[in-house]
Structure formats: structure tokens, C-alpha cells
């Protein structure tokens, strides 16, 4: 998949995104505020970016997200 490193996803470098997702198999929103250092509202508008790119999907244990085979490849 090639990447336009100018590409943001819900204001993040798209570079930044793809480093989350590579270090994490599992999300929740303190793992995104954490490692991109944003608030919990802008976690949220970036889990929702992720989830609409096909890149993470909710898991049954609520308020975590884990990556499809999409963000994998990502």
C-alpha cells in the first residue's frame, strides 16, 4: 500500500497512524492518547477515522477496537 506521507487521518500524520497501528494489536482510547498525545475527545474522532477506513474493528470486550486485515496491511 503505498502512502502519501502528507495524508493526515482525523488531523494525525498518516505516518503516525500507521505506527500506532503497527505497535498495537488491540486499541482502546487511553492507547491513543497515549502514544499520539492527543485528548480523549480527538481519540474518539480518530478511532471513528479508522473504523470508516476499515482499519480496526470493535471487539466484543467494549471500548476495544482490534485490526482487520486492512490495518494490518496498512
Known sequence: MK???NTKIAGIPILKI???LKKHDY????KI???LSVNE????KILNA???R???TETTDRGYYE???QGNAF
Open 33 to 35: 492518547c497515549s502514544f
Open 18 to 20: 500507521r505506527d500506532l
Open 27 to 30: 486499541l482502546n482510547k487511553a
Open 50 to 52: 479508522l473504523i470508516e
Open 41 to 44: 475527545n480527538n481519540s474518539y
Open 54 to 56: 476499515g482499519f480496526i
Open 3 to 5: 502512502i502519501d506521507k
Open 67 to 69: 485490526k482487520t486485515i
